[in-house]
């Protein structure tokens, strides 16, 4: 089908030098369509923002404005694309009840899952092999239960609950899938070792950005994307977070959205853990199994609970092998953990690698070991 020229109005719009979203929503407040405002006089804008805008907003779009319109149509017009306005029908509604809604959205894939009921599922990129397995069997289990899951497709936590839902949509189609918001243009994939991901996502899922074709990976821009992942959300479960992290941007952002913020706690000796323990001092839910976050957004899923198998894969299972045991649950190093469990060196270390090798422990820096799962 032929690009919508009031399409191409949003996109001027959004392109005008000095329009940012909030200038774009005064003047669709006060004129209507872009159309409409393109078609105003000056003396008319001037009453709503600065002669500058005003200027730019009367003076024909550049050269390379004009070919971002054209290959914006271009982008469109393909096979499960979709440009969505503030005026769509098919906008998010969750979105327009944020204080900072994005005027358009670029998004590919399945967008009706855009309005559906989902579950924000955040932490960090350098996330330890536990955080990750909470965030896929987090976002496995809450899938199953019917919601889909917002991230934003960095590496570690994101990455790992979006391949939790996409092995649960697979496996049952017509459970909840996943929904990836990017920091960049929506025709560039970042960080490119998800490439594969991304086109898992976008077959089985949806990717959405506010960005243009063909912006970079901006570090200004994942802050501010970070308001969509939660305002798509009706809460936004963070995994992993050190206490100055992006995910913790989130999570305020979620709360200042009237949004539930749950987080998972951790060792108090992880750095890892200290953003989620601030949280839950804040306020906070603290989760131990999916079933206390279906539980408290069960009015938004019509179901109370999680089927006890679904529960089972989150709960903690007591191993046989005796050395688990000994661990505990917080790390330790070869040394205290040689005495507690009477083993000498040479055996600690063998078994030790075995219990890496199955998944079931891990090395962190300083040559100490947890226990996973």
């Known amino acids: 089908m032929a690009f919508d020229h009031g399409l191409a109005a949003w996109v001027r719009l959004e392109q005008t030098a000095g329009v940012g979203s909030e200038t774009a929503r005064k003047l669709l407040a006060a004129f209507g369509l872009p159309d409409n405002i393109f078609a105003a006089n000056i003396t008319a804008l001037r009453g709503v923002v600065s002669e500058r805008i005003a200027l730019a907003l009367t003076t024909a779009p550049s050269p390379e404005t004009q070919a971002l319109m054209a290959r914006t149509e271009e982008w469109a017009n393909l096979a499960g694309n979709r440009l969505l306005t503030l005026a769509d029908v098919d906008y998010p509604p969750l979105l327009l009840e944020i204080p900072d809604p994005p005027i358009l959205l670029y998004a590919k894939g399945h967008v009706a899952l855009l309005s559906a009921t989902s579950l924000a599922i955040v932490g960090s990129r350098n996330a330890t092999a536990q955080g990750i397995a909470n965030a896929g069997k987090f976002a496995e289990t809450v899938s199953q239960a019917g919601l889909h899951t917002v991230s934003g497709m960095a590496l570690g936590i994101d990455t790992a609950a979006h391949e939790g839902s996409l092995r649960n949509f697979k496996a049952q189609a017509g459970t909840g899938s996943t929904i990836a918001v990017i920091g960049t243009g929506i025709d560039i994939v970042y960080p490119a070792r998800n490439r594969d991901l991304a086109h898992q996502i976008a077959a089985d899922g949806c990717i959405v950005s506010e960005y243009p074709l063909g912006m970079p990976a901006i570090p200004a821009n994942f802050p501010r994307r970070n308001r969509i992942i939660s305002g798509l959300a009706r809460g936004t479960l963070v995994v992993e977070a ?24 951790g060792s108090i000796h992880s750095p890892l853990a200290k953003g989620c323990h601030q949280l839950i001092k804040q306020g906070a839910k603290l989760v131990e199994s999916a079933e206390d976050i279906l539980e408290e957004l069960a009015n938004f899923t019509g179901r109370h609970r999680v089927s006890a198998s679904a529960v089972n894969k989150l709960t903690r299972r007591e191993n046989d092998h005796p050395l688990l045991a000994s661990m505990g649950f917080d790390p330790i190093d070869a040394d205290t953990l040689s005495i507690v469990s009477g083993l000498d060196a040479a055996s600690l270390s063998a078994q030790l690698l075995g219990l890496e090798l199955e998944g079931a422990v891990e090395m962190l820096p300083g040559g100490v070991y947890r226990r996973i799962g």
Do not use: C, D, N, Y
């Open 242 to 265: 050190a206490a100055k992290s992006g995910s913790l941007i989130t999570a305020r952002m979620a709360a200042e959205q009237g949004r539930e913020v749950f987080a998972i706690p």
